[in-house]
């Protein structure tokens, strides 16, 4: 349900529009004033709005023209009149023309919250149809997409570790921090939680910090009024307004200016903003989730972080693993992939040959999910057989990748001794304790302590 209204109100007497504009905000919806027909078919332009108040008499311009006029360019806007001289038959030709309600002049807050009341659960009822039309929407654009529906199944003990806490974490308010290498999948899970939370049906907002300049990245974030800055041609709502009551999902939280960060702090903290070069506070009701892949604890250290803003953040805190570590799942999304772009370029594409898999399963895949993405696309539509080949990839060049090393798979040359050996390193390094490595290894902790003790001294 949307409690938050944004509302245009149009009356050339000063005195009642502020009024009717402080008892609006004062019941934490949003309003935008007009003095004129003309003012308020710019605003309308500009913005969209959930409710007109309009005057019945504007000097010498007629309301019920502006109301023809919306009826015509935005039907489903609801329009409340006033006037100063009700009459039955003000009243009957205003609702002929499609208006919502009237209200004579002078009236009581308590009135306007009357008549809001009648607009909200009109606007509902339009949402929840709205929102059967979007799931329609929604699978004809899985249909169409350029990558397939994302996938949560995996064998991996880390990464299920890390669905579980997101997905349980999902109904909740709380803030969430995503941490991981870029590609791994941090924009696409921020939308699961979403889908998976309590206000599922409502925004879910993304605003990338990296892509904009501090100035413009702060107007996209809170909005602006006119003549804030250079350009600021016109008031503007920001990512926070268009995110009340869901999802504001900040990408690349690591590179959010210092100077913008107390300021996202206020929000978290006090759900208030302003707008630039506005001193008006205004209230969000936002859900905050933020992914980076960054490491904050340095740039804390560094002086370019908050720590109170970390703490903020991280309510619930997750990493998610790089493909590299996820050797069970990797396989799994290569074929994945591969069936959905072979049949997207309507090519029968029976699978990988042997050395194709030992390629794919040789590559530290430093770009994650979305370097692999890419190098299937690419495989499927230059391979000239029926099966992916080693010559279909692109040429790895390990030798100049940080994050490239000798990888030790299930298959290759080397001995089981070796296997074993490089598998125990893996699970040591992502397991947060002794017993816990010992457990997804399947051995007792004490052969656990016996072999890293027999790999210490070999190295």
Known sequence: MKNKLDILVVDDEKSIRDSTMIALESDGHYADPA?????????IKEEEYDLVFLDLK??????????????????????????AYASVDTAIKATQLGAFDYLEKPFTPDQIRAIIAKVKKQINTQSEIKSLESQVHSLQDQVVANSPPPSFETTDEAMRETLDTLFRSAPTPASILI??????????????????????????????CPSLSKELLESELFGHVKGAFT??????????????????????IGELPMEIQPKLLRLLQEREYERVGENKIRSANVRVIAATNR???????????????????????????????????LVGFAENYLRYFSKQIARDISGFSKDGLQAIQSYPWPGNLRELRNAIERAAILCRSQQIEPEDLPSF?????SNSRDVALVGSDITLEELEAEHIKRVMEKSTSLQKAAEILGIDKTTLYRKRKKLDSVN
Not at 70 to 83: A, D, M, Y
């Open 35 to 43: 003095d004129s027909i003309k003012s308020a078919q710019i605003r």
């Open 58 to 83: 504007l000097g010498d311009d007629d309301g019920l023209h502006l109301l023809e006029e919306l009826q015509k360019s935005h039907p489903r806007l609801p329009v409340v009149i006033f006037t």
């Open 179 to 208: 941490l991981g290498e870029s590609g791994t999948g941090k924009s696409v899970v921020a939308k699961a939680i979403h889908d998976r939370s309590h206000i599922a049906d409502k925004p879910f907002v993304t605003i990338s």
């Open 231 to 252: 350009g600021a041609v016109k008031d503007a709502w920001g990512k926070v307004h268009a995110a009340n009551g869901g999802t504001l999902f900040l990408d690349e």
């Open 295 to 329: 490491d904050l604890k340095q740039c804390i250290d560094d002086g370019e972080f908050r720590e109170d803003l970390y703490y903020r953040l991280n309510v619930i805190e997750v990493e998610m693993p790089p493909l590299r570590t996820r050797l069970t799942d």
């Open 397 to 401: 060049d390990t030798s100049s990748n």
